[in-house]
């Protein structure tokens, strides 16, 4: 939860809370059966941030997120190797401004 939590309270800092994410049914979410609270699932809500799971076995309804990660790596990570968190940083912000430019 740590961990998680670490990592996208400064994304929440940045870009400000949304009313959901879109989650698998895996650890640390819960598994989207009514009344399975985690850790990180409480301190989601308390922030007014709900978790919308996925069904389970079907893939299909994360195809967006597929979508995603597999643009992410044609664009990104097939051009060239990144041996830094830094090159991987600019290489993601200079591609996140052509897959979702700020209007």
Same mark, same amino acid.
């Given at each position: 939860?740590?961990?998680?939590?670490?990592? @996208?309270?400064?994304? #929440?800092? !940045? $870009?400000?809370?949304? @009313?959901?994410? %879109?989650?698998?049914?895996? +650890?640390?979410?819960?598994?989207?059966?009514?009344? =399975?609270?985690?850790? @990180?699932?409480?301190? @989601? #809500?308390?922030?007014?941030? /709900? #978790? +919308? $799971?996925?069904?389970? %076995?079907?893939?299909?309804?994360?195809?967006?997120?597929? !979508?995603?990660?597999?643009?992410?790596?044609?664009?990104?990570? /097939?051009?060239?190797?990144?041996?830094?968190?830094? =090159?991987? =940083?600019?290489?993601?912000?200079?591609?996140? /401004?052509? %897959?979702?430019?700020?209007?």
């Amino acid at each position: 939860m740590q961990t998680v939590r670490g990592r @996208l309270e400064p994304i #929440l800092r !940045r $870009h400000g809370l949304p @009313l959901a994410i %879109y989650t698998d049914n895996g +650890n640390p979410w819960g598994t989207g059966v009514p009344n =399975q609270w985690t850790r @990180l699932r409480v301190w @989601l #809500l308390k922030l007014g941030i /709900d #978790l +919308n $799971h996925a069904r389970p %076995y079907h893939p299909q309804g994360r195809g967006k997120n597929e !979508r995603f990660h597999r643009s992410l790596k044609a664009e990104v990570f /097939d051009f060239a190797a990144l041996a830094t968190h830094a =090159q991987a =940083q600019r290489a993601f912000d200079r591609w996140r /401004d052509i %897959y979702n430019p700020v209007s």
